[in-house]
C-alpha cells in the first residue's frame, strides 16, 4: 500500500509540476518535485534537491517555472506551450542555461536580448542553449532558493531622452529607411546620433527599463561603438560591468 501511494504521488506531481525531469543543478543533478502544506492545509510547490544528510535546497516552483515561461515566450513567441519547449533548464550561480532543439536557432538569435547568449549544447550537437541572467537568493526560513530576475525594469530619463534626440536628427527616405543629410555640427551631437543606430534590442531595453544597471549615457557617448549588432551587445556587456 505504501508503494502504492508513492507511485501516485510521483504521478500527480509529475503532471502538475511541468519542469519535472528538465531541471537540473550547476553539477548536473536533477531537482525533483515534491510539495508542502502550511498551517491552515494550503499546498505549496517546490523543485527540491537533497544535498548534505539533513539539508535539502527547494525553490518555489510557481515562481520559477512562471520565470521560463516569460522567458520562453519572449524568445518563442509562436511556441504553443514555452515550458514544452525546453529540452533542459539548468541552474548556476547568476545565470540559467534554457537548452531547446537546434532547429530553433535561428528565431531564438533574432529574438535574444542583448543580455542574453547563445551557444551550441555541450554535449548534444542537435540541441542550442540560450543563458539567462537569474539571481537565486537563499532565504533562512529553512534553506530554500527564490529565483528572481537579475534586473528590475529602471528607466533611465537621461539614455531615453538622448535617444529621441539622435532619431530627431535622422531624416527617412519613402522606405522608412533612416538617412543622415548632414552630419551634426556640435561634437555632442555627433556622439548622441550614433544611439539611433544602436541593435533594436539595446534600443528597446533601454525605452522599457531594462538596460543593464550600470549602463550610463556617458559610457554610450565616450565609448567607440561598433557597426555590427552582435558586437554592441558584447560592448553594452562590457561598458555596464
Known amino acids: 500500500m505504501l508503494a502504492s501511494h508513492r507511485r501516485e504521488r510521483v504521478i500527480v506531481l509529475t503532471e502538475i509540476s511541468p519542469l519535472a525531469g528538465k531541471l537540473f543543478d550547476a553539477s548536473g543533478r536533477r531537482l525533483s518535485p515534491t510539495h508542502s502544506r502550511g498551517a491552515r492545509g ?9 544535498s548534505a544528510p539533513g539539508s535539502s535546497v527547494r525553490i518555489p516552483a510557481k515562481q520559477l517555472e512562471g520565470f521560463v515561461r516569460g522567458t520562453v515566450m519572449a524568445l518563442l513567441p509562436d511556441a504553443a506551450d514555452p515550458i514544452e519547449t525546453v529540452y533542459r533548464a539548468q541552474l548556476s550561480d547568476g545565470e540559467m542555461a534554457l537548452s531547446f532543439p537546434a532547429r530553433l536557432a535561428r528565431t531564438l538569435k ?6 542574453q547568449s547563445i551557444d551550441p549544447h555541450p554535449t548534444d550537437a542537435d540541441l542550442i542553449s540560450v543563458r539567462v541572467p537569474a539571481t537565486f537568493g537563499m532565504t533562512r526560513r ?3 532558493i527564490r529565483a528572481t530576475k537579475s534586473f528590475a525594469p529602471k528607466r533611465d530619463d537621461v539614455l531615453i531622452k538622448a535617444l529621441r534626440a539622435a532619431h530627431g536628427m535622422l531624416a527617412h527616405c519613402r522606405n522608412g529607411i533612416p538617412t543622415l543629410e548632414t552630419v551634426p555640427a556640435p561634437r555632442y551631437d555627433r556622439r548622441v546620433i550614433r ?3 544602436l541593435a533594436p534590442d539595446i534600443q528597446r531595453d533601454i525605452i522599457d527599463g531594462r538596460q543593464p544597471a550600470g549602463l550610463k549615457l556617458e559610457d554610450l557617448v565616450r565609448n567607440p561603438m561598433p557597426s555590427d549588432w552582435d558586437a554592441q551587445r558584447r560592448w553594452i556587456q562590457q561598458l555596464s560591468s
Open 42 to 50: 494550503v499546498r505549496y510547490r517546490y523543485y527540491h534537491r537533497a
Open 110 to 115: 533574432r529574438n535574444l536580448s542583448h543580455d
Open 142 to 144: 529553512g534553506p530554500s
Open 195 to 197: 544611439l539611433a543606430f
